[in-house]
């Protein structure tokens, strides 16, 4: 051993080559003697005549290497649109909602009914036919007034059908020659009644009518004999017009009417104040043959509203 054998090799070394020997093994030394006490045993004692071997100090094992950094995944959200690059673009979308539904209409503020009632006030000029006989009864027969009532039932706010009766006085004035006096005249129509309106709401109401029924013509006159005589002729008659009414109020229409009454004349009758008639011949003598009318109609409204 190295240590055991230093007394007898002092003498022969040089004090520089033992103080370089010294300086050698001083670090190994001390390592030996720290390793026992860091591990927590007592070192074994070292005899005088045995020095402890000199070893190499073990190799330091290297660090392991840290764990690699895992990165969590990116959480930030890509902008839904880029830079402007000078580019328009088409409108927004439309709403995928849908058009919103109509309106509620309101209620119509003149509304029509059930029943029209129908009071009018009428100006009517009267038609003649001459005959090759005898034409007083028709010599300046002019206009008169009349008035006329009548009813409708409106099945529909378009169609209506009813009755009329119509009544007329015109103006009877003969000449001198033909020696009558205390003159009068009258016309008459009655039939079923038809319209067809053409609007079913506002505050106007146009419609053309149709009637079929019976018209006469009268006329009543003192002759030269001082006998009174009524000649008249009558017959089945048709009756074509129109009109257009305006509302007053809810059940109140007023307007005026034109209409045209025709009648087929196919009796002629003369009778005397006995009431004895005898017929004549329409083509001899002059007759009646229906009456041309201008209106002024009032329409009261009852009934529940169309």
């Not at 016309?187 to 053309?208: E, H």
Request: aromatic letters at 8%; glycine letters at 12%; hydrophobic letters at 40%.
């Amino acid at each position: 051993m190295l240590l055991p054998n230093l007394p007898r090799t002092f003498g022969l070394l040089p004090i520089s080559t033992f103080v370089a020997l010294l300086t050698a093994i001083a670090p190994a030394f001390a390592q030996g003697n720290a390793a026992p006490a860091a591990s927590g045993s007592p070192a074994p004692p070292v005899s005088s005549s045995e020095s402890p071997a000199i070893t190499a100090p073990p190799p330091t094992e290297a660090a392991p290497a840290p764990p690699p950094v895992q990165t969590a995944p990116s959480t930030a959200t890509v902008a839904p649109y880029g830079a402007w690059d000078g580019r328009a673009y088409g409108p927004p979308p439309t709403n995928a909602l849908g058009a919103p539904p109509p309106p509620e209409l309101e209620p119509p503020a003149y509304s029509r009914r059930a029943v029209e009632l129908l009071p009018e006030l009428m100006l009517g000029f009267p038609e003649c036919h001459d005959g090759s006989f005898s034409n007083p009864r028709c010599d300046d027969l002019g206009g008169g007034l009349g008035l006329g009532v009548g009813g409708l039932w409106r099945v529909s706010p378009y169609f209506a059908f009813g009755g009329t009766l119509d009544a007329l006085a015109f103006r009877f004035r003969p000449p001198a020659q033909a020696a009558l006096s205390n003159t009068r005249a009258a016309g008459f129509f009655a039939g079923i009644l038809g319209r067809v309106y053409f609007m079913d709401s506002g505050a106007l109401d146009p419609y053309v009518e149709l009637a079929l029924g019976g018209g006469a013509i009268g006329t009543n006159a003192v002759e030269a004999n001082s006998q009174q005589y009524q000649e008249s002729s009558a017959g089945g008659s048709v009756r074509v017009g129109g009109g257009l009414e305006f509302f007053m109020s809810s059940r109140l229409r007023l307007g005026p009417a034109l209409d045209l009454t025709r009648f087929s004349a196919k009796h002629v009758r003369r009778c005397d104040a006995q009431n004895q008639c005898v017929d004549l011949d329409p083509n001899l003598y002059a007759h009646g043959v229906g009456f041309f009318t201008l209106s002024c109609r009032l329409t009261i409204l009852v009934g529940p509203k169309l």
